[in-house]
């Protein structure tokens, strides 16, 4: 990329942030803060110790949950996915849940946790959890037979045909089902700490609107909550760069 | 009948037969197929597109249970797949996680270190694939890919290899060159080859035998016996009269 493609979206943001600036300082009406407000309100939260500690919090409990989701989603489906019947009588099950925001969740995880990390855990532990399950099911089914047979021919243990064959083939699409799923974690565990917990950047949200209308922490808040979401998407996908991984994204 | 003495019969397939049922509708892909195949010989199954030669095929290497009768390897019943036979496959069968290293010694994992690293570099070398053994399939073309699936599959030392069309995909000079070093390593490796094809040219070029088959049900129409030694001149009153003579059994007229 040259370094006037890479600057342009920079240039972009810029020129949205200079609009936002004009926008707040001619409006009559306090509608949001100006983007200095939010530097202003970032610059507090770092002085108080509180950017890192409400990051991490939140940084935390999507990794807890994601791992613990990604811990059963992933050998689940591919014992689904490798054995139709299986696939076959739990299927219904899972569609059925599937859909079941896991926000829809939130009442159950209080009742079951009380309010506190474990009820988030377990909320972003659902997000999480359908996602991967459904999308190892899809990678595992969508293997070719030429490989498993080819595994099969070269004398392969079934355990082998699972760790030689099976895993690696399946890893690109899985790799693209966690980044997706990472996303999600994401999402709900600002959802999660609004209503369960009293840290993490979802709760610096609400308790920045009720504890005095500091609309300039709420936008501050959010947009910390867009760049460590990049940050962590920007990971994930340097994951996919990997040679020995990077096979399906080419042209086989 | 064979011509070569019953203890030289590699595999003998006895009354093959192959139904498949789908939906209800059960359609007949082989009927009665037999067919001997002597140690270290070179057999083609010749015939049209779709006509149930790769079912056979697959009968034999152990990936399909006949309906009826059975098939032979040394005198035992085939039940499985055995890396004693390998199969080399229609669609490109080479891993695409592992480099040309990875791939050939994939079916290596019983021997120690040193014999593996020995083994990968003689056929790695057999197939013309040195320089390229850190690289991925992917940076491959179509007939380095081939090469490297017969290169991983010679690293077993198979009896038998098994080919379902492995050229198929290729552009007709490199397919040309795949035949040169097929037979190349056939004489070097003596295995016992069978090797399905729709091509007729393919079939009289690299076959000690082709068995012509029929359409559905597929059954084997005729053994023709090859006997122009290696290698071949494709313009030889011999080579054009063996080729002539497959164009009339399978029922093509010489012109375009």
Redesign the interface.
């Known amino acids: 990329m040259s370094l006037l493609a890479r600057l342009r979206p920079i240039a972009f943001i810029a020129a949205l942030l200079v609009l936002w600036q004009i926008a707040v300082s001619m409006s009559p009406v306090h509608i949001l803060p100006g983007p200095w407000g939010v530097v202003g309100a970032i610059v507090e939260l770092i002085q108080h110790g509180l950017l890192v500690k409400y990051a991490v919090a939140s940084l935390f409990r999507v990794s807890w949950g994601f791992a613990l989701a990604a811990l059963l989603a992933i050998p689940l489906g591919l014992t689904i996915g490798w054995f139709s019947r299986a696939e076959m009588a739990l299927n219904p099950l899972i569609q059925i849940l599937r859909p079941i925001s896991p926000l829809a969740w939130i009442p159950i995880a209080i009742l079951w946790f009380g309010v506190g990390d474990l009820a988030s855990l377990f909320l972003i532990f659902v997000g999480c959890f359908f996602p991967l399950l459904l999308t190892t099911i899809s990678a595992v089914q969508s293997v ?1 037979a ?2 498993v ?2 595994g ?4 392969l243990s079934p355990a ?1 045909l699972v760790y ?2 099976l895993y ?2 399946v ?1 690109p699409q899985l790799i693209v089902g966690l980044r997706i799923t990472l996303g999600i974690a994401w999402l709900v565990v600002v959802a999660a700490e609004m209503i369960a917990v009293n840290s993490g950047l979802g709760f610096l949200i609400v308790d920045a609107r009720n504890a005095g209308n500091r609309y300039d922490l709420v936008v501050a808040g959010m947009v910390i909550i867009g760049l460590i979401g990049l940050s962590i998407d920007l990971g994930m996908r340097s994951l996919e760069r990997i ?6 994204y ?3 | 009948m064979p011509s070569f003495p019953v203890e030289q019969t590699k595999l003998s397939a006895e009354h093959i037969g192959m139904v498949f049922t789908r939906d209800g509708k059960s359609t007949n892909v082989l009927s009665d197929v037999n067919l001997t195949v002597g140690r270290g010989e070179f057999l083609c199954i010749l015939g049209p597109s779709g006509c149930g030669k790769s079912t056979l095929l697959n009968t034999m290497a152990g990936f399909l249970s006949p309906s009826s009768g059975e098939v032979r390897i040394d005198g035992e019943v085939v039940r499985s797949p055995d890396p004693r036979r390998i199969f080399v496959f229609q669609e490109r069968g080479v891993f695409p996680w592992l480099t040309v290293e990875g791939n050939v010694g994939f079916g290596l994992f019983r021997l120690s270190r040193a014999e593996r690293a020995q083994r990968i570099a003689h056929y790695v070398q057999l197939v013309g694939l040195e320089g390229f053994e850190k690289a991925y399939p992917a940076e491959l073309s179509g007939g380095m890919k081939q090469r490297l699936e017969v290169a991983r599959a010679l690293a077993v030392n198979p009896d038998m290899l098994f080919l379902d069309e492995p050229f198929g995909a290729l552009d007709s000079i490199t397919r040309l060159t795949m035949r040169r070093e097929l037979l190349r390593i056939w004489e070097a490796e003596k295995n016992t080859i069978i090797f399905v094809t729709h091509d007729i040219d393919e079939a009289v070029q690299l076959a000690d035998r082709v068995a012509v088959m029929t359409d559905r049900p597929a059954t084997i129409q005729q053994i023709v016996e090859i006997d122009i030694p290696h290698p071949r001149d494709m313009g030889s009153p011999r080579y054009l009269e063996l080729r002539h003579g497959i164009f009339d059994q399978l029922g093509l007229a010489h012109k375009v």
């Open positions: 070719p030429v490989y047979n080819a099969r021919n070269f004398g082998a030689r064959v690696p083939a890893i040679k020995s991984l990077r096979w399906s080419s042209e086989e």
